[in-house]
T-cell receptor
Framework: QKEVEQNSGPLSVPEGAIASLNCTYS??????FFWYRQYSGKSPELIMF????GDKEDGRFTAQLNKASQYVSLLIRDSQPSDSATYLC???????????FGQGTRLTINP | EAGVTQFPSHSVIEKGQTVTLRCDPI?????LYWYRRVMGKEIKFLLH????????ESGMPNNRFLAERTGGTYSTLKVQPAELEDSGVYFC???????????FGSGTRLTVV
């Protein structure tokens, strides 16, 4: 079992709709969770981080964390073509300062 | 504020040669990380510096990889001798407070032929 699992996609969503990206993790003691966006050939860019159970909203983005289910998700409202990218879920394991990444989900927003 | 700078952006070397990658973190960031993405795989941790000290090098694949951080500023990652499986994109990242994630550089694409 991978430490951090994501559906690799591609996930195709029409412009203006909600894109939902999911991630599960295996280390129950994990403390913090991050979503990065990576455009092709570019560096990963931090979108959001979340530490506590529940929802955290930032503009069109909402991160959701459920530690009991070991599940974290990212919702993108009013999806735009510029949101087309690979979205990386990263988890900081308990007691560590490194991040463990999932393989990423490729998202395409169709005009 | 300048971002994390890495160079070269691309490097093509022959198996058995030596390559040195360089990373300049954001000024004032004590934490510096090296990660690698091999084709088709997820981004994987290599090591973590706090200033000039290696905090965690558990991800370094073998002793062909040597990382240094001179005076707590820039860092180098040397691969000697390079093998075919070392091909991939090497990312550097830095942070002041690792609790809030970190900023990545644009990466060095290494191809060993």
């Amino acid at each position: 079992q991978k430490e951090v699992e994501q559906n690799s996609g591609p996930l195709s969503v029409p412009e203006g709709a909600i894109a939902s990206l999911n991630c599960t993790y295996s280390d129950r003691g994990s403390q913090s969770f991050f979503w990065y966006r990576q455009y092709s050939g570019k560096s990963p860019e931090l979108i959001m981080f979340i530490y506590s159970n529940g929802d955290k909203e930032d503009g069109r983005f909402t991160a959701q964390l459920n530690k009991a289910s070991q599940y974290v998700s990212l919702l993108i409202r009013d999806s735009q073509p510029s949101d087309s990218a690979t979205y990386l879920c990263a988890v900081r394991p308990q007691g560590a300062q490194k991040l463990v990444f999932g393989q990423g989900t490729r998202l395409t927003i169709n005009p | 504020e300048a971002g994390v700078t890495q160079f070269p952006s691309h490097s093509v070397i022959e198996k058995g040669q030596t390559v040195t990658l360089r990373c300049d973190p954001i000024s004032g960031h004590d934490n510096l990380y090296w990660y690698r993405r091999v084709m088709g795989k997820e981004i994987k941790f290599l090591l973590h510096f706090v200033k000039e000290s290696k905090q965690d090098e558990s991800g370094m694949p073998n002793n062909r990889f040597l990382a240094e951080r001179t005076g707590g500023t820039y860092s180098t990652l040397k691969v000697q001798p390079a093998e075919l499986e070392d091909s991939g994109v090497y990312f550097c990242a830095s942070s002041q407070d690792w609790n809030y994630g970190y900023t990545f550089g644009s990466g060095t694409r290494l191809t060993v032929v």
